[in-house]
């Protein structure tokens, strides 16, 4: 048995001259390796057991890190960060002070963009091939996209622009049938012709049959199989950009890969490889199941995913699934909408019961947007289910098609707040602050499971655009009603009478704020709403209290906190405030609970600042 190889990998530069039998050997190594650390730590599986094949050729073929790969979206990352010398800090994925689960340039050389965002891929490495050229280098840039990332129009205005560019670019396109939801379109209908058209599928199985009795003819058939399909169909989508479209060839198959992208290495102008990979590839439960092994929590290996014996609390997620459906049921003008995220936002369930109302747009948020705009000013009930850090992707369409407008479009704001593991990328920390500035925009924070379904009522029933944001996982446990009862418009209530000092919580951290108002003797309000502000509420508590804190899991600045301020202000009050939030900086990865614990966002912290404030500090400024 041969020795293993990947412990005497420290960066890439060996691999440039292994031969076939070991770069196959590597391959079996690095996907044992992402199996084992994953099923420790929980992360992404399934699409990077499927790109292990395809990381060892690249950084067999190219010089990296003089070359540049550029990943997108960045989940399909783990095989380059186990190359690339990360590999004995994999343990530590996604953990407070780990790696990232994502490329950050900070923490490689060889991660040579961020990404977590999908199809910006083609973009950047365009950037970087155009800048090797003006600079007089001599390196090659190589964008690897998924055939989900692809279908949003960001990738086809680079794809427009690139095709025109005389510059040492690749770009990859990795088609794996599969995004984190199934891909819909009609890009990806294309793909799928061009992998199963009957002519190009019977052509190859007769000249297999034919050839395989001469053995030298049969071997260069087979080594010029993945130029087969541009024979059958040589004006592909991709040739019409400009580019040098070679493929599709098996993503697996290193006698495929690696001559493949040595030639297209020697060839001018932008280039474009189709890769065909499977997502689990090697891990059979994953191959079974890839939306499941997308993104597992702690595993065995050898059982795979286990159901828990006893009912998890239910999620903010299924609260809106749930809900969803029974408004649904209640009113034939509602539709779903989701940009390709129908499992993380909960619409799995709706899809089956109502299919002709339920749309999934793909990676198109800007569209998802516009869309909803459109169904809206036929009458519709648009609810666009969506993270909250995707629907910075679509501000202008959120501001120009629907609030200027002033259509009503329910935004369900999942993964508002810190999201945890995924980190900064993924972070809903800015969804208050940017919604709060747009005319005719409300926004409803609500504290608990059941507050999520009522204020999705809430909205619903309004005439104008309103979002709702709810965090990632679980809450309290407070179980929602079965009926659709909204709670009042703007209203907030007092959860907790105390003296001088009152406690303003946006959403969420309502609990932790109860608790530290026991020991602080405080009032608590659950506002509810960060617009419109329940004003009347806000003058009420600040005419019988000394000072007040404004807590919410969201950027301070610009926030729920500065609305309070400004309504304090414009009503000519004067009253200590202080406001608690996310600081003004990215909050990395790690468990959510520490992550808010380190910024003072758990109940100990929130009484420590409001003892430090006023009880041992001055109490006579605003801030």
């Known amino acids: ?125 365009l950037g970087m091939a155009m800048a ?53 379109g009609a890009l990806n209908r294309y793909l799928a012709q061009l992998m199963s058209g009957n002519f190009y599928a019977a052509a190859k199985n007769v000249g297999k049959s034919v050839l395989r009795n001469a ?56 280039q474009f490889l189709h890769v065909v990979t499977k997502k689990g590839q090697g891990y059979k439960l994953a191959e079974a199941d890839p939306v499941a092994y997308h993104g597992p929590g702690k595993f065995d290996p050898q059982v795979g995913l286990v159901k828990p014996a006893s009912a998890p609390k239910q999620t903010f997620t299924q609260v809106f699934g749930q809900w969803l459906c029974d408004t649904a049921a209640a009113d034939g003008r509602l539709v779903g909408i989701t940009p390709a995220m129908r499992e993380g936002s909960g619409l799995v369930e709706f899809e089956k019961r109502f299919p002709d109302r339920y749309y999934d747009v793909g990676i198109a948020e800007q569209h998802a947007v516009t869309f909803a705009a459109g169904l809206a000013c036929e009458g519709l009930k648009p609810v666009v289910a969506i993270y909250s850090t995707f629907l910075q992707r679509a501000y202008d369409q959120l501001i120009h098609d629907v609030a200027i407008q002033n259509l009503p479009v329910v935004f369900a704001l999942d993964r508002a707040g810190l999201v945890g593991a995924d980190g900064a990328t993924h972070a809903g920390a800015y969804d208050i602050p940017f919604l709060r500035c747009i005319p005719n925009m409300s926004i409803a924070c609500p504290a608990d499971e059941r507050e999520t379904r009522q204020l999705l009522t809430s909205a619903y029933e309004q005439n104008h655009p309103v979002a709702v944001r709810y965090p990632r996982g679980s809450g309290a446990g407070v179980a929602p009603h079965l009926t659709l009862d909204a709670l009042p418009f703007g209203k907030g209530e007092i959860r907790r009478e105390g003296q001088r000092i009152a406690i303003l919580a946006f959403g969420t951290l309502l609990y932790p704020a109860l608790t530290a108002a026991e020991s602080l003797d405080a009032t608590v309000v659950n506002m509810r709403w960060a617009k419109p502000l329940d004003v009347e509420l806000l003058l009420k508590v600040a005419g019988t209290h000394d000072a007040i ?75």
């Open 1 to 125: 048995m041969a020795a293993p190889l990947l412990p005497t990998l420290h960066d890439p530069s060996p691999i440039r001259k292994y031969d076939r039998a070991q770069l196959r050997q590597l391959s079996d190594e690095v996907r044992a390796c992402v199996l084992d650390n994953v099923s420790r730590t929980g992360g992404h599986l399934s699409s990077n057991l499927g790109t292990v094949e395809l990381t060892v050729a690249l950084h067999h073929v190219f010089n990296t890190p003089h070359d540049r790969l550029v990943w997108d979206v960045g989940h399909q990352t783990y095989p380059h960060k186990i190359l690339t010398g990360r590999r004995e800090r994999m343990p530590t994925l996604r953990q407070i002070g780990g790696i990232s689960g994502f490329p950050q340039r900070t923490e490689s050389e060889y991660d040579t963009f961020g990404t977590a965002h999908s199809s910006t891929s083609i973009s950047a490495a």
């Open 132 to 184: 090797a050229k003006q600079k007089g280098e001599d390196r090659y840039t190589v964008a690897i996209i998924g055939d989900g990332a692809l279908t949003a129009g960001m990738a086809f205005e680079a794809l427009n622009n690139a095709g025109v560019c005389d510059c040492k670019l690749l770009v990859i396109l990795n088609d794996n049938d599969m995004s984190i939801s199934p891909p819909v």
């Open 215 to 270: 053995p030298p003819l049969f071997e260069l058939a087979k080594r010029l199989e993945q130029h087969a399909k541009g024979m059958v169909v040589p004006a592909t989508l991709f040739e019409q950009f400009g580019f040098n479209y070679v493929g599709p060839i098996d993503g697996h198959d290193l006698d495929s890969l690696v001559p493949t992208l040595e030639n297209l290495k020697h060839l001018d102008g932008p």
């Open 549 to 623: 804190v404004t807590l919410e899991e969201g950027a301070l600045m610009g926030g729920a906190g500065s609305a309070v301020l400004e309504a304090l202000q414009a009503a000519g009050v004067q009253k200590p405030v202080l406001q608690l939030g996310l600081p003004d900086r990215f909050i990395e990865h790690g468990d959510p609970a520490k992550l808010l614990s380190s910024i003072g966002l758990d109940a100990i912290g929130i009484e420590a600042s409001i003892r430090e404030r006023f009880v041992r500090g001055s109490s006579n400024s605003a801030g």
